[in-house]
């Protein structure tokens, strides 16, 4: 997959994740999942995927512009 592609789709994937935040549904649940909350077992799997999405986004979508050190800069 083009670099240029994998951008779009993990910034959809930005924006999903930010429409997803807020677990409106599980709020009142008292449901138990692994001993748990179902609110907050809702959190932590939010958070994995948060943190892979963050991951790919710093591997495809980081400007490469900005790790262009100078002759500069890198004597010093």
């Known amino acids: 997959m083009k670099h240029a592609s994998m951008r779009g789709l993990l910034y959809a994937g930005l924006f999903v994740l930010y429409l997803l935040h807020n677990d409106l549904w599980y709020w009142n649940?008292?449901?138990?999942?692994?001993?748990?909350?179902?609110?907050?077992?809702?959190?932590?799997?939010?958070?994995i995927?948060?943190?892979?999405?963050?991951?790919?986004?710093?591997?495809?979508?980081w400007p490469r512009h900005l790790e262009v050190e100078t002759e500069e800069e890198s004597r010093l």
């Open 29 to 47: 649940d008292a449901r138990l999942v692994l001993g748990l909350p179902i609110g907050l077992v809702y959190h932590f799997a939010f958070s």
């Open 49 to 61: 995927a948060t943190s892979l999405l963050m991951l790919l986004l710093v591997k495809y979508a």
